[in-house]
């Protein structure tokens, strides 16, 4: 059996191993395939039987083009670059990685709220520029300085990895508020269940951490950010699609939102004319809160786990039954 890795050097720039794969079968690894519709996906497939890829889209096209093909395999939780539903007619599987990265994703939105409330990056950059040595005083701080401690954290999306910012946030001394479809005990624990406006006007850090859905795309909007306190902190490392570039932009300018700390966007990689790369008190990194090595060898783990399912007749995680 021939397994095909298209894009797998996000999930493995070298410090994991994929022997363990390689003994599922006969293994061709790809560092990148193009992220875009190309022929090429289909060239290097071939007459694969299982497929991995993360964010290599799987076309209708290319599966027309590649009969052996009986898996596709995801590193990743989403998995809409693949035409599932099509996949599903060919009787092709589509299985993912349904949670691997709580821990680090949750820790990582903390990170940012801290960069945000303290700006360690700047200082220590001036440290080592010589600002402190040829300072007249013993102390200086460039930005106002931030204490979180009786403030409030309003998470919208609350399952896993948005309880796990709501822990640690508990533990900074925020009063905690969720908005999710399903509230649940362990949820309860944490947080005040509370409707979306109630969240919006009450918090004074917006944390997203929901799925993206057509219901819920761009929903931090000029309309939602009129809800918000004035001076309010949003936080994005769920899916760059959940705000309105341009309204987050614009509410960053005119101060009614005091600072955001995102590690997605709209399109990924980011576009040079993005409005957030020029907004006032915008942090952006490149979409790794989710590389931390632990969480990417359990998405290595799974992913084996889920090609050795498929091999014994009995396939797990799967996405298009």
């Known amino acids: 059996m021939k397994i095909v ?19 599922l079968g006969e ?11 190309d022929p090429g996906i289909a060239q290097r497939i071939g007459d694969a039987e299982v497929v991995i890829t993360n964010k290599t889209p799987i ?19 989403g998995y809409n670059v693949a035409d599932y539903n099509y996949a599903k007619e060919k009787g092709i599987l589509v299985c993912n990685v349904p949670t691997y990265g709580t821990a680090c994703v949750g820790q990582y939105a903390i990170a940012l709220l801290l960069e945000i409330c303290h700006h360690i990056g ?27 401690d009786g403030k409030t954290a309003g998470i919208i999306g609350f399952g896993r990895i948005g309880q796990t910012t709501g822990r640690i946030a508990k533990a900074l001394g925020m009063k905690v508020l969720a ?3 399903y509230p649940n005990d362990s949820g309860k624990a944490i947080a005040e269940y509370v ?17 993206l859905t057509p219901e819920n795309e761009k929903i931090i909007n000029r309309a939602n950010i009129a809800k918000m306190k004035d001076g309010a902190i949003l936080i994005n490392n769920s899916r760059g699609q959940l705000i309105d570039e341009q309204d987050v932009a614009q509410a960053l300018k005119s101060g009614k939102l005091a600072a955001a700390g995102l590690d997605v966007v709209y399109t990924e990689p980011i576009r040079e004319d993005n409005p957030l790369l020029s ?24 992913t084996v786990d889920n090609v050795k399912a498929y091999l014994d007749g009995a396939p797990i995680n799967v996405v298009n039954k």
């Open 27 to 37: 293994l061709k690894v790809y560092d990148r395939t193009s992220y875009v519709e």
């Open 59 to 77: 076309s209708k096209e290319t599966m027309d083009k590649c009969p052996n093909l009986k898996l596709i395999a995801f590193l990743a939780t």
């Open 195 to 211: 409707e979306l406006d109630a969240l919006l006007a009450r918090s004074d850090v917006i944390f997203l951490h929901c799925n």
């Open 5 to 23: 890795v298209l894009d797998g050097y996000t999930e493995n720039p070298g410090d994991l191993s994929w022997e363990e794969l390689g003994k």
């Open 279 to 302: 907004a006032p008190h915008c942090i952006i990194t490149p979409h790794m809160s989710w590389g931390a090595k632990e969480a990417r060898q359990r998405i290595m783990d799974i």
């Open 122 to 148: 700047h200082h220590a950059q001036t440290v080592q520029q010589g600002k402190w040595q040829n300072h007249i005083d013993w102390c200086y701080w460039d930005y106002p300085l931030i204490e979180l």
């Open 179 to 181: 908005y999710d479809l």
